[in-house]
């Protein structure tokens, strides 16, 4: 199977028991340079190939309004791509992905031996373009998610290289084990920036840097948050949640309005 390692980086087969315990006790651990070059050349052939014609399904920066985006499809730059949905159908490289054991291993160390991928969520290369990407609020990703539990693990890979100043992630530590009042959220359950009481917490962000070829797995439950790319490259990143055998959407949700995959360990 590809997605192996870089002649340059050892990457060992799954998380040590520092990793684990960072994982529990943060939300998210980053591993470096976990997918090799020719994993991410065939992903980011795929990713311009289907951004260059426009291959559906697709969300636009313009279908969800954030600060920065187009303002409708039919507005300059509205047809800028926010994020190519159901990366898994648009080639078997993303199959590869899931079941490449360094990838696979590690989330059955945090989720247990049999690990379910939902096609109903992320599955997607996010895109984040120069002239037209916006700003994404402090969220968590299981707000809109509906499982028996809100145990789901996501890997960030990026394609690219993810700094600050093309929008790179922001977590903060810890928040994937707290809990907050509803009044502490926007309507649309945006983590309020305005409110005094949000600040020393929004205060601890930490930004999440990335090379080619690393993941950051991150908790769904994690406060995460990302700026616009404020340069002249593209980023490129691919995203997929995971969660346990017995954790099951529930029935009638978004969540559970596509199949999901039963990923066994090699
Ligand atoms: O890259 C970004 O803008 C953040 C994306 C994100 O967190 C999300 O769509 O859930």
Redesign the pocket.
């Known amino acids: 199977m590809a997605c192996g390692v870089d002649s340059q980086v050892v990457v060992g087969p799954e998380f040590t028991s520092e990793d684990l315990a960072r994982f529990e006790a943060d939300g998210f651990v980053v591993v470096r340079g976990l997918a090799d070059a020719s994993t991410r050349a065939r992903m980011l052939d795929v990713t311009r190939d289907n951004l260059q014609r426009l291959v559906e399904p697709i969300e636009f920066e313009a279908d969800l309004r ?1 600060p920065g985006a187009p303002a409708e499809r039919s507005a300059t730059g509205g047809k800028t791509v ?2 190519l949905k159901q990366a898994h159908s648009r080639d078997f490289v993303f199959t590869e992905w899931l079941q490449y054991p360094p990838l696979l291993n590690r989330m059955r160390q945090i989720l247990g031996d049999t690990v379910v991928c939902p096609l109903a969520h ?1 599955n997607c290369i ?1 895109t ?1 373009e120069p002239a037209f ?4 609020g402090w ?1 968590q ?1 299981v707000r809109y998610w509906s499982f028996e539990s809100p145990e789901l693990v996501n890997a960030w890979l990026a394609l690219g290289e993810e700094r600050i100043d093309n ?1 790179c ?1 922001q977590v903060i530590p810890g928040t994937h084990r707290m809990t907050f009042d509803r009044s502490r959220f926007d309507d649309e359950l945006f983590f309020r920036t305005d409110l005094p009481e949000n600040e020393e917490l929004i205060a601890r962000r930490q930004y999440v840097e990335l090379q080619p070829g690393d993941v950051l797995f991150f908790h769904a439950r994690i406060f ?5 790319n404020r340069t002249d490259q593209s980023k490129y ?1 691919v ?1 997929f949640t995971f969660h346990g055998a017995g954790n099951n959407p529930i029935p009638g949700t978004r969540s559970a309005s596509l199949p999901e995959l039963i990923l066994h360990g090699a």
């Open positions: 954030y926010r994020r992320h996010m984040k990407s916006s700003d994404t969220h990703d929008g992630l995460h948050s990302a700026t616009r990143s995203v």
